[in-house]
């Protein structure tokens, strides 16, 4: 998944990559004013040096952080009858003026609403700015008809929860979430499950099978070596996050190494928590390329990474690549469609590696480490090889209701290059390996044949032979 911040402004699933955001100091935000968020149903108060960003509906507002304008924010242009900034990552906000309408808006809500009313904003939403009901399969309208009728019926919160949950559950999309102080009624017990494996044991067993040697940064975020035949490359990376260089001589204790790392970024303005994370790539992987000097291939595995940072994503892809090339869009769902598209371009790196890439991919392949997937897509050098990826790209817009439960849906379409989206399909693969896509099933997959077997690896050996 990208990054999932429930205030969601350090942007998943992020668009115009670190060189292409304004660097021009003397640009700063007006002051005194009042914007509203073209497709993510928010506003922007510009005070002084502050600012306050807020969800709003048909209740009202809400307010989500307020701060320090500079530390959050750069802006990319300003004029009268618009406002773009950039919170860090390859999306631009696009900002209208407020009307004397939204001016008035209330910044906070005292009233909770009624069950009727809640509802009421939580299907308004969705009808807004989900994206993905035609990809779902899902008639929104319909939805209303059945269960608007429910709720003139119900009397208490918990029944109110459970018609919420059903109707996110029918949805069937990872990135929408319910964050309800009301526990879900017991099950009837059945039997439990065997635990399965968890990717840290797959990919220890991994490198104990596949690898001459190994090394990790950052509690394993990143792991590499050189496979046994010797010439190929090979690197797993589990998350598309932390990998800023606060705490690397501490990545053997997980504990001390979390709560060093924890310190450190919250000690930074959001904007230099991004600028810190690409810096860390760039260190880690001069490492690693000069590891791989001698390789011809290089495999990435991208098959238990969940997403994080996106611009972190695309900044690993730029090593593996010799030619710019406009490889994806992104547009947001608004009230009255769609805002405009916008096009990223990707740059290779300077220091990076002109080799063939295997890229491996699975069902728990997931939010920005499918942009990386769906970016890899323009380029020949890099052969995809697994099972489809996870199919949910967007960032993860988080909204409250009046009554204070909060909630997050996907309000990002992702395109490729030649303007296709995997929104529900996910990322395809040149070569399938038929990976389960229930992960306890797909971690397992792994030691039915022998005490640890990676099809995709002696695949990708045979062929090399």
């Excluded at 910044?107 to 009808?127: A, P, V």
Aim: glycine share 6%.
């Amino acid at each position: 998944m990208k990054l999932l911040i429930k205030l969601s402004i350090g942007l998943t699933c992020c668009f115009l990559g670190r060189s292409a955001y304004s660097q021009d100091k003397s640009l700063v935000g007006p002051n005194n004013t009042s914007w509203v968020q073209q497709g993510y149903g928010r506003k922007l108060q510009i005070t002084d040096s502050l600012y306050t960003y807020l969800n709003f509906d048909n209740f009202g507002c809400k307010v989500l952080v307020k701060g320090q304008f500079n530390g959050r924010f750069r802006v990319v242009s300003v004029n009268d009858t618009s406002l773009v900034l950039n919170p860090g990552g390859i999306v631009n906000y696009v900002f209208k003026p407020a009307t004397t309408a939204d001016a008035t808006c209330t910044t906070s809500r005292k009233d909770k609403g009624s069950l009727e009313e809640n509802f009421e904003i939580f299907w308004q939403t969705f009808r807004d700015n989900y994206a993905f009901f035609k990809e779902r399969n899902v008639n929104w309208d319909n939805v209303y008809r059945h269960y608007s009728p429910l709720v003139k019926g119900i009397s208490t919160d918990a029944e109110l929860a459970a018609i919420l949950r059903e109707i996110v559950g029918s949805i069937k999309d990872d990135h929408i979430r319910l964050e309800i102080p009301i526990p879900k009624p017991e099950q009837p017990a059945i039997a439990k499950k065997k635990t399965s494996r968890s990717k840290n044991e797959i990919l220890t067993d991994l490198e104990k099978n596949y690898l001459i040697s190994s090394k990790s940064y950052n509690n394993g975020i990143i792991r590499w070596g050189i496979l046994k035949d010797n010439v190929t490359g090979y690197i797993a990376i589990t998350d598309m996050n932390n990998f800023a260089s606060y705490a690397p001589e501490l990545s053997n204790d997980p504990a001390k190494f979390n709560a060093q790392y924890e310190k450190i970024k919250d000690s930074k303005t959001p904007l230099q928590q991004f600028d810190d994370e690409l810096q860390g790539v760039d260190q880690i992987m001069k490492v690693i390329l000069a590891d791989f000097a001698k390789t011809t291939p290089i495999v990435i595995d991208l098959r238990f990474n969940g997403g994080g940072y996106e611009t972190v994503a695309l900044k690993l892809l730029s090593y593996f690549i010799q030619e710019p090339k406009s490889v994806l869009s992104i547009q947001a769902k608004a009230s009255n469609g769609f805002t405009p598209p916008q096009n990223y371009v990707l740059k290779p790196d300077s220091n990076g590696a002109n080799k063939k890439v295997y890229l491996l991919t699975s069902h728990s392949t997931a939010s920005a480490a499918e942009i990386f997937a769906l970016a890899a897509m323009s380029y020949k050098n890099i052969v995809k090889i697994g099972s489809p990826t996870a199919g949910i790209f967007s960032e993860i817009l988080w909204k409250e209701l009046p009554n204070g439960w909060e909630f997050s849906l996907s309000n990002e379409v992702y395109r490729n290059a030649k303007g296709k989206s995997f929104e529900g399909t996910g990322i395809p693969v040149q070569y399938e390996m038929g990976y389960p896509s229930d992960r306890s099933s797909f971690h397992e997959s792994f030691y039915t044949e022998k005490p640890f077997l990676d099809k995709a690896l002696e695949r990708i050996l045979k062929q090399k032979k």
